[in-house]
């Protein structure tokens, strides 16, 4: 909910950067390549030990990778900055994903996986929601960075405080 840029990728493209429609492409387009990069390059996450922990990391580097799209002077930096966000998203997602499925009760399977796509389509939109109305009030770039900033403290504060995500393994 704090950093889905999606909705300040054209006032980044056109007004921070001073460029056109073709910059803002790419920058919806660079989440989507670390996010390609990101799974076809997977296999390594089933042989973690703690993946609880990979999950904290990834969320937090979303949020920093946002967090420094904001402040990004150059468009190629924060074309790169958006690759590794969106690897850092699908892996987040890639773990999320298989320690439900692992973790979740058969008999209430459907519903978690139910709640779980309703979370990542309700997230974006109030995110887009609030990241639009502080864009209108400061600008999108500082709208961004405080988003990045909020979404990679919320995973810190919450890997700290939850030591069974931490300590969580693939194990049933």
Known sequence: VCATPW???PQLGVETFAGDAQLVGMLHAAPAAGAFLAAAT???TRRLDRPGLLLIAAAMGWGLALLCVGWAAQPWL??????L???CDTVADIVRGALLQRHTPDA???RISALWLLEMNLAPALGGLALGGAAQRASAGIALAGGGALCALAALLTGARNRALRATGWQR
């Open 42 to 44: 997977s296999g390594w």
């Open 7 to 9: 909705v300040l990728l």
């Open 108 to 110: 209430l399977r459907g």
């Open 85 to 87: 966000a969106g690897a």
């Open 78 to 83: 924060a074309l790169a900055l958006l690759v």
